[in-house]
């Protein structure tokens, strides 16, 4: 299981909607130090959804791989501990 890094993706520029390429992933809200509780999203079957914390709405978008997004600024990867 620890094989796998769930993407992380963050709305520091404050965009309406995020298309990502993966329907699993944790949204931070800001980039640190201004990010809220990094909570895990999951779409299930459905194409978009709503962060509870920030109100980023999340869009699948297939064609791009699981780390990216569209606008490309809003990726973040964690420091390594």
């Not at 999203?41 to 699981?66: H, Q, R």
Request: aromatic letters at 10%; charged letters at 20%; one cysteine or more.
């Amino acid at each position: 299981m620890a094989d796998q890094v769930v993407p992380h993706f963050q709305n520091t520029s404050g965009h309406d909607s995020i298309a990502i390429g993966t329907r699993k992933f944790m949204c931070i809200g800001a980039k640190p130090p201004f990010d809220h509780p990094h909570v895990f999203l999951d779409m299930g079957t459905e194409n978009e959804i709503v962060c509870p914390y920030c109100s980023t709405l999340y869009k699948f978008d297939a064609t791009l791989e699981a780390e990216e997004s569209s606008p490309n600024d809003c990726n973040w990867t964690p420091e390594a501990a």
